[in-house]
């Protein structure tokens, strides 16, 4: 038995990774704090908590279907800052959202071709398109301010049929990367993609998945610029610049490998729930943003050190 747990534990021979600990890890931290922050267990501690998480989760999840793919994207924060720039142009939903997701459906596809078709590593691809769409979104929104169309901020603030609105962004987040994982072709292929050098020899469209891959992420992470700029009601050219760290911590937490292959959809939702809870915790016991953000930085050392790879980088 005690075999059993531990390669639970340690997700010997798993193709879902180590995501049993961080969750324990996090139990154990919510107890924790329920004894030391007095506001911590509060309804709605919880519910700033939820909002807190759910645009991570969004860009968490698109990130995750590039790692298991063997990738990686670092211009998902630029592309959460672009919608939110987008989205406070003072013009109609009708317009904006659809431009929204035009723009990262482009964004999306530059990726996966640089990736793809002209075989630029993944970092320097991401990374370029990162600064690219960082200079539009300057371009576009300079300082923080504008209008969000009144029907985006219906679709996060309040509450339907008694729900919070966040708790439902969150539920469909899961719903749908749970459809696209293990309720598609798509996800198989992914998982086989990144798993080996074959996956091509059993008919799997390589290339292409991947490109979609990519395409995934960058909707995903304008899904979390509609949320924000509901949220904050106004648009920002920096809001998004946390996230590329923050996703690859989360993906990485919740046990995915960035070597591939390896990960879930459970982990993926441990891994940012313990992230959102760990920055809660230090913010009620009034932790400096700057020890913060180092916290965040040794987390992802730590949890990409104990990764088994062959070979350093991806």
Not at 41 to 55: D, E, I, V
Not at 102 to 109: D, N, S, T, V
Not at 114 to 135: C, D, E, K, N, Y
Not at 190 to 213: Q, S, Y
Request: with cysteine; charged share 5%; net charge positive.
């Amino acid at each position: 038995m005690f075999t059993q747990i531990g390669n639970a534990l340690s997700a010997k021979n798993s193709r879902q990774g180590l995501w049993l600990l961080p969750l324990l890890v996090g139990l154990a931290a919510s107890l924790a704090l329920s004894v030391t922050a007095d506001d911590f267990g509060t309804p709605q501690n919880f519910l700033n908590l939820t909002a807190q998480a759910a645009p991570l989760l969004l860009v968490s999840i698109g990130q995750m279907l590039v790692v298991l793919v063997r990738g990686l994207d670092l211009s998902v924060g630029s592309v959460v800052s672009l919608s939110t720039a987008i989205l406070s142009l003072d013009a109609p939903a009708v317009v904006t959202i659809p431009a929204v997701f035009g723009a990262a459906l482009l964004i999306g596809l530059v990726n996966g071709i640089a990736v793809t078709r002209l075989r630029v590593h993944p970092i320097i691809a991401t990374l370029s398109v990162m600064g690219i769409t960082q200079g539009i979104t300057m371009l576009v929104r300079p300082v923080a301010g504008g209008t969000i169309p009144p029907l985006v901020t219906t679709l996060v603030s309040g509450e339907f049929l008694g729900i919070y609105m966040p708790v439902i962004w969150v539920v469909v987040a899961i719903l749908v990367g749970w459809k696209l994982l293990y309720g598609s072709r798509f996800g198989l292929h992914l998982f086989a993609i990144g798993g080996g050098d074959t996956a091509h020899a059993f008919g799997i469209p390589v290339r292409r998945n991947t490109l979609l891959a990519y395409v995934a992420c960058s909707c995903f992470a304008a899904l979390a610029g509609v949320f924000l700029a509901g949220r904050i009601t106004s648009g920002d050219p920096n809001i998004g610049a946390q996230y590329a760290v923050d996703s690859i911590t989360a993906v990485a937490l919740g046990g995915t490998q960035l070597a591939g292959g390896v990960g879930s959809l459970q982990g993926t939702v441990v891994g940012t729930a313990l992230l959102a809870l760990l920055a809660n915790g230090m913010n009620l016991l009034n932790v400096s943003a700057f020890v913060q953000t180092a916290v965040k930085g040794l987390i992802l050392l730590a949890v990409i050190s104990i990764q088994p790879r062959k070979n350093i980088g991806l």
